[in-house]
């Protein structure tokens, strides 16, 4: 089981730190992803760490501002998310797969899913 939290509701230009806590199974050897789903949009891959080595992808309309970590003694994945746009307005679901996926930011590779926390960027 996958659980998100930390959504809510921020400034444009804040900041906020999504957590994706596992139980039942260790994170340790799951690629992990971090993917959004807006309003009438498809969902799209934002970050995802590899299974193996742990290295870190990151889209495009992300890269600088969002950070993906992992804390192994947690059994927890983050997204830290810095410089809020508007545009970063949706629901937030992390995924995880085991391998062979080494990582992917294609959310058809992935199975097991969280129930998503929402994130809401607006003046």
């Known amino acids: 089981q996958l659980v998100e939290s930390g959504g809510g509701l921020v400034q444009p230009g804040g900041s906020l730190r999504l957590s994706c806590a596992a139980s039942g199974f260790t994170l340790d050897y799951y690629a992990i992803g971090w993917f959004r789903q807006a309003p009438g949009k498809e969902r799209e891959g934002v970050s995802c760490?590899?299974?193996?080595?742990?290295?870190?992808y990151y889209a495009d309309f992300v890269k600088g501002r969002f950070s993906i970590s992992k804390d192994n003694a947690r059994n927890t994945v983050y997204l830290q998310m810095n410089s809020l746009k508007p545009e970063d307005t949706a629901v937030y679901y992390c995924a995880a797969q085991p391998p062979p996926l080494y990582a992917s930011l294609n959310y058809k590779d992935y199975d097991l899913w969280g129930q998503g926390t929402q994130v809401t960027v607006s003046s």
């Open positions: 760490i590899a299974s193996s080595d742990g290295r870190t």
